[in-house]
């Protein structure tokens, strides 16, 4: 079973930038696509980026498209989404979570195992 560990979250400026990483134990990650989602307060958790099992498909929420970069790197078991050009709206926390199979539809139902989740705050 592949265990997840979200870290680099913190507050930062309107415009500044960020990298979450997700961290996997677990001798699979090299099986798994991967996703991010975040959930802002009194809002329901949203899709944000999702990335096959090689790294060779990649699929962004409009809302993200051209400023975040979710990336996989297999042999350090880590996935990271770079975040740049930062808006207030992007404040919530993320979370990273695992797919066995690829798919354009990004069902939070089809995720699992999730980590606890980082938390990005833009702030001026």
């Known amino acids: 079973q592949v265990q997840l560990v979200e870290s680099g979250g913190g507050l930062v400026q309107p415009g500044g930038s960020l990298r979450l990483s997700c961290a996997a134990s677990?001798?699979?990650?090299?099986?798994?696509?991967m996703g991010w989602f975040r959930q802002a307060p009194e809002k329901e958790r949203e899709f944000v980026a999702q990335?096959?099992?090689?790294?060779?498909?990649?699929q962004y929420a409009d809302s993200v498209k051209g400023r975040f970069t979710i990336s996989k790197d297999n042999a350090k078991n880590t996935v990271y989404l770079q975040l740049n050009n930062l808006k207030p709206k992007d404040t919530a926390v993320y979370y990273c979570?695992?797919?066995?199979?690829?798919?354009?539809?990004?069902?939070?139902?089809?995720?699992?195992?999730w980590g606890q989740g980082t938390q990005v705050t833009v702030s001026a």
């Open positions: 979570a695992g797919r066995c199979q690829w798919s354009l539809r990004y069902d939070q139902a089809d995720f699992g195992p």
């Open positions: 677990g001798r699979t990650f090299g099986r798994y696509g």
């Open positions: 990335i096959s099992w090689n790294g060779g498909n990649t």
